[in-house]
């Protein structure tokens, strides 16, 4: 029998969210007022909201990794996940901790200006190599099983496992409250953090260096407007295939920036004698979430932990002494969370992360390739890197003057950060990359975007810092150019959605399409072969993604991947027990295979007949990702 279904043009993909869509947008914007409640009470409602929804995710990701770690899978995550949203609704119901009008007036601001950025990115899909290898299997493994995975329960699928879960366990606080599994709950939950952390920008470009929290105002209309573009638009770390996916990026940048933030702010309340254990308290539950989000995320925080003494050495208005043993104890949080993890994969998991080589197949002599790699990526990305310089220059500068502010602090942890990580990065090329990998250095750009909204805010702290010395009022071009940044963070999701969707950048489309035609044909559990000409890994990766994590799942199918089809390839395949088989593209033509078109095929017995067959859509001219080779699909 043959069913034949068209593929829906690319051209006319629709934009408009589903009903699901929908449902999990509220989901996620309703599990970050909880974290934000939940954060109040963990402040006794001092500090800003923005900061309070960070430290209510460290105490979700600190209480979820404890219960999962050591607790039986009698006893199912969403247990202690319904604990920390009662706790959130409870901050909530608190006079003395709700949210005061001011804070709804600002986080009302963020939602209006947001709202054609969650018009575009609404009915978003999963993208990326990564999103499909280990962060949405291991998502979907906790929203499935309600417990972490481990050698002796269900298998994962993913290729790192061990890998930390924090920003997983967001997004299963998320997935409780919708009907099925959020594929892109983690890519929303990055949107809400660069803007939280947009509003942090707003109150420094408005108030600094004088920001008081108990008695503090809404930014204005102007002020969040720009504060959200620093964040997004105008962050040189801002690449929206990376930033607005569901990978760790954003998260860890948004946290580091919010951890420099707090540091500043707490040596100001040193050096004025001001009680220290609201920053403290928002600072070590940050520290928390950031140290489990992917595995370098650890190198930040040694980083920070490094860069405070230096801070202190620098800053004689708190010294090397104070500055220590004021911050330690809020190291501990985080510490503990990291052992936690690490004694749990190595118990449980033996295995299933990122690990160092062993040291006689250390990279040693490709060190020179390395660093030579690493010269051409920065020159490549001068724009930012040359940022990263420039703030090393404006800091020389504030320190000859001997200007120690707060915005000298956030640029001396900035530079002192941005040395300790490089120096983590080329240690990791050494002693953990493949060689190939290493002498490349491996997406060095990508993994110092964890840095650029800690420049940002620097910067941005330190023009606020002179204008206010200069002690003149804003001229007119100022003020045009302030309602500008209203209509530009309006009318930016819009005007750039070609880059803001890369998930609709084809082919991805077309094997989405044909995955989700497929699904219907295939049980939840059976043994399926996809036959795909030319892939490189690309195709096959995505594919066996949305089987898997997109509606309709089929979460337990068995998966055999072959690049290349031959007289031998079916009979193998049957051998090996696969009982259906989807050619991707049939490149010899014949009455039951027709050329140019994907073609299911069933078992029966010793021979194969088609069961279903897709025509390809003609190709346009639109630009195709290079990662995903045409010829796998017909075109």
């Not at 920003?167 to 997935?175: D, E, H, K, R, S």
């Not at 040189?236 to 420099?260: D, H, K, N, W």
């Not at 209203?486 to 609709?504: C, E, N, S, T, Y």
Request: charged share 15%; hydrophobic share 55%; proline share 7%.
């Amino acid at each position: 029998m043959s069913h034949w279904v068209f593929f829906p043009s690319i051209d006319i993909e629709p934009l408009l969210p589903t009903a699901f869509d929908l449902c999990e947008l509220v989901a996620v914007w309703g599990s970050a007022l909880l974290l934000l409640s939940l954060g109040r009470l963990l402040t006794r409602g001092q500090g800003f909201p923005e900061l309070q929804l960070l430290a209510g995710w460290g105490v979700l990701a600190l209480v979820l990794t404890a219960w999962g770690a050591l607790m039986p899978s009698v006893y199912p995550l969403w247990w202690p996940a319904a604990g920390v949203a009662a706790a959130g609704v409870v901050g909530l119901l608190i006079p003395a901790v709700n949210p005061r009008r001011e804070d709804w007036i600002a986080l009302g601001r963020v939602l209006a200006l947001s709202l054609p950025f969650w018009a575009v990115l609404a009915s978003e899909r999963p993208s990326q190599p990564d999103t499909f290898l280990n962060l949405l299997p291991n998502a979907a493994y906790l929203y499935d099983h309600g417990f972490l995975p481990a050698a002796d329960r269900p298998e994962s699928h993913s290729f790192l496992p061990g890998a930390p879960y924090n920003l997983q366990f967001w997004a299963y606080l998320v997935g409780i409250a919708v009907p099925r599994f959020p594929a892109v709950a983690m890519a929303h939950i990055n949107l809400v953090l660069y803007l939280a952390f947009g509003l942090l920008l707003a109150r420094v470009l408005q108030f600094a260096p004088v920001l008081d929290e108990r008695g503090s105002r809404a930014p204005a209309w102007c002020a969040t407007a720009l504060g959200l573009l620093l964040a997004t638009a105008l962050n040189p770390g801002f690449v929206p295939r990376v930033a607005l996916t569901v990978y760790g990026e954003t998260s860890i940048s948004v946290c580091l920036g919010a951890a420099g933030f707090l540091v500043a702010r707490g040596f100001e309340r040193i050096a004025t004698q001001t009680t220290l254990r609201p920053t403290l308290v928002l600072f070590a539950a940050t520290l928390v979430a950031l140290v489990g989000i992917k595995q370098e995320s650890v190198a930040f925080v040694i980083a920070l932990a490094v860069s405070i003494p230096f801070l202190g050495l620098l800053d004689r208005q708190v010294g090397f002494a104070r500055a220590s043993m004021a911050f330690a104890p809020a190291f501990a949080p985080a510490v503990l969370l990291y052992l936690l993890w690490r004694l749990y994969v190595h118990s449980r998991l033996s295995g299933g992360e990122l690990g160092l080589l062993p040291y006689e197949q250390w990279n040693w002599q490709l060190l020179p390739q390395i660093l030579r790699a690493v010269g051409l990526i920065v020159a490549g990305k001068g724009f930012y890197f040359g940022l990263l310089l420039i703030a090393l220059l404006l800091l020389l500068w504030r320190l000859r003057r001997r200007r120690f502010e707060f915005a000298t602090r956030l640029l001396t942890l900035t530079v002192a950060v941005a040395v300790a990580y490089d120096l983590f990065l080329l240690i990791a090329y050494v002693a953990s990359f493949t060689p190939r990998m290493a002498a490349d250095a491996h997406s060095f750009f990508r993994y110092n975007t964890h840095l650029s909204l800690l420049l940002v805010l620097s910067l941005a702290s330190l023009c606020r810092t002179l204008l206010t010395e200069r002690s003149r009022p804003l001229g007119v071009g100022w003020r045009v150019a302030a309602r500008l940044a209203v209509v530009a963070m309006l009318v930016f999701p819009v005007a750039f959605i070609g880059r803001l969707r890369f998930d609709l950048m084809p082919p991805q489309p077309l094997i989405r399409a044909l995955a989700q035609d497929v699904a219907p044909f295939i049980g939840s559990d059976e043994k399926l072969a996809l036959i795909l000409p030319g892939d490189g890994g690309g195709i096959a990766t995505m594919m066996e993604g949305v089987l898997r994590y997109e509606t309709p799942r089929r979460p337990g199918v068995d998966l055999v991947t072959v690049s290349r089809i031959d007289d031998a390839t079916l009979s193998g395949l049957a051998q090996q027990g696969v009982t259906k088989v989807l050619i991707s593209c049939v490149t010899d033509g014949s009455p039951d295979l027709p050329r140019g078109h994907a073609v299911l095929l069933e078992r029966s017995g010793t021979e194969w007949r088609r069961i279903a067959a897709w025509r390809y859509p003609v190709r346009d001219n639109r630009r195709w990702d290079a990662s995903l080779p045409a010829t796998s699909l017909c075109s």
